[in-house]
């Protein structure tokens, strides 16, 4: 038995083991470089040989700690910072609630090649971080500081003095940004292609004008319940940034069509058009919309309660790539805007989504004119109390694979809570 | 592939979960019985309160509930906490009986991930429909502790305990949960050494609430339980309600009837209340003695209990055949004789060790002493006036005057007692049964010996 043990245990020995002898250094490391996180941490387990390889910093170049959110420390980030050094390029702390400034500066301090850095729900971190990394990480490229509340403009000021290779940035939810970070950050950052920040009540027209002058790269601008900006600053952002391709102002309730009719005029790559909640828009604006920017792929028009079918027959006409279309809430759109969606180009090859809930004058005609849409995976119908089970029938008997929601309840019964524990349930037993 | 079956669930419980979070006045909910389907959305918000239609219940809940157990069987793979907390509204609004789910949304609240003020709102809803479910209580009292360990004043948290469990019990008759919810709250929040007036605001209100539902264990279980703490040794802090001479409200009528003045007529069932003529002279033994400490703390527990006594009679006699009643007698009775006995043996050791030894060395500090060990009464004199430095010899006649007044009590409560079994024989088949018990438990198991 013994004896066995220590076979065993001479065999697994750092230079008896086979692998080790057989493999170069360089092999091995190749090796458990593509292993993931929990991997490695197992790895580092079996021999002193193997942690050292498999704890190599050029093994970590990449982490993503999401999944171990709520267990990281403090000194688990200072740990990982020393191990890697350099050679850290990619850390997401993602809701990794517990981070604080102190190890980020260690962070900082010893990964100064870092690029991409998500700090999304970080809520601890303050200014101090942002500092600290404008000091250290002039490679930074992608930053997200969502939901990181305790922000302020002192950080996109030492972002825009350290970090000039800024590409990606999000400080959604940072409600303490004002204009003079916004300025800031886009005089310093004049690569800026991807700028998120939803919720950002403070900003204001000069405010994302000067990001539109500053930064010509801009492709993704999100400014999701920035609620004060108004035309001006789609004004700037369009005639400035000829790239944008992707644009989300829900819920900015300021704005009005000029603001389509300027997106029309000179940004023809627009792509994605997220306008929820703009109930100043217009069928005019969707006209101009329309006729300019074919290449647009999806649309979320919810709540834009002006709009009527003459909106859909020049979104029909005018957007053959059109693949996701929310028009919830639109109370004015009748079975004949669909009758046109339904013959239009893109209905035949790409509309893949439609959301028509709480559409109240939608009956089940709107369904037979969708039957052509070959590729229509998904279809929302709830509170579109014209529309009958016999109506989604029709449509699931022409489209199989089609996903319809509504509030209709299945006519089998469910499968019922948990057979031994039925006994709990009984507001199924009783009802 | 498999599809969902209804994909509308997840829209309804994501519409509960923001009504939850739009309405902070969120009251009750409950199930609408509307079995028909259309298609309109079910879940219905009017008036701060929340209703869902019939005819998804079944549905919403196998889905969240099946959606909760996958989770639950693959922890490793941690789920979204938000979509966790999503499905356990709908499922614990549904059926708040799975400890498992209230597990789950403990951890979320250990990961900080939900707020814990926020889920005694969802705690006092889900009570809302289904009052007597222990699993909530039990969340309830673990977010109070978790709250209060933190750092959060307990009694800023008492009303709301308070509030929620007495709403609880307002809708569900003998709602032992609940009640013990309020007992768990006193304790954990207002102990009655640190907060008598709490206890005596609770001791006035219930009376109000034990009358209107006059059938409810638990609820007068709660009484009993104040009762208990009033005159127990954490309640000496009680303050004095000085409107109301304890003597001459319950006592003085109390021994006046049975003992000395042996008219007919006061040999009726009802102790003899207020009206009496509080100047009339007294008759019996120590009358004007025991006139002196009227505003002893040992007399006004002693006129809790008697308060406590008369309103049974009360009740009673208008509400026969009510089983809680003739119990809540039981427990006033046996509480009655073990408070005197216990305080006959204080007295007697006090007198044995104390006063004997030092006769006229008799001081404060030792009165105090004794007070603390005796865990009974607090023999603070405030008739005697602040009691700093030596105590006078009639201080020490006090503690005769007390034993004989206890005897008196307890001779008169036997005589009373036996009139009021006698009062109550006739009257319909239930009343009968239910005092032919209470006598025998009087002679069998209280050995109440009638004075002749």
Redesign the interface.
Known sequence: MKQNYMQLTRVFSDDEAQINKKLPKELLLRIFSYLDVVSLCRCAQVSKAWNVLALDGSNWQRIDLF?FQ?DVEGPVIENISRRCGGFLRKLSLRGC?SIADGSMKTFAQLCMNVEDLNLNGCKKITDSTCQALSRYCQKLQRLDLGSCSAITDISLKALADGCPNLTHLNISWCDQITESGAEALALGCPKLRVFICKGCLQLQDKAVACLAKNCPNLQVVNLHGCSNITDDAVQQLAENCPKLHYLCLSNCTHLTDSSLVLLAQHTPLLATLEVAGCSQFTDTGFQALAKACHMLEKMDLEECVLITDATLIHLAMGCPRLDKLSLSHCELITDEGIRHLGTSPCAAESLTVLELDNCPLITDASLEHLISCHNLQRIE?????L??RVGIRRLRNHLP?I????????V???????GS?QR?????AI? | MQEDPFPAAERILSDIESVFIKDPELKEFDILPITLNQNKSPVHHVENCLGLELWCVRHVYSYAYHRLFDMRQQKNRRADPEVQSRLLIGALLLNPDVQTFWNMRRELVQACRLDCHTELRFTSIVLSRKPKCSEAFSYRKWIVTKLVTGGEKGQSLLNRELNVAKTAANRYANNYHAWQHCIWSLVHLAPCDMYPEIHLEEWTATRIWVTMHISDHSGWQYRQYILQQLCGPLGSKIPHTHEENYLYRYIQPLLHSSNVTQKPSDSDSQLPSAKGDPDQPFQYPFAEDIKKCSNMRIVQCLNFVLSEIDLSTDLITRYPGHEALWYHRRFLLSFLKSFIDQNNCIIISGENSDCRKHKNTFSSTALNNYDLSAECVSFQSRASGGSSGEVTSSDIHVFEIIREMLYLVAQAMSKHEKCFVSSCVAGDENQQRFCSQYNTWLTQVLRLSVPT
Do not use: E
């Open positions: 999944d709520r609630q119908l709830y509170d579109c109390q529309i009958t694979n996903k319809v929601h509504a509030y209709f309840a299945p089998t019964p469910p499968p019922s809570a948990g524990r709990y349930c009984r507001c199924c009802l």
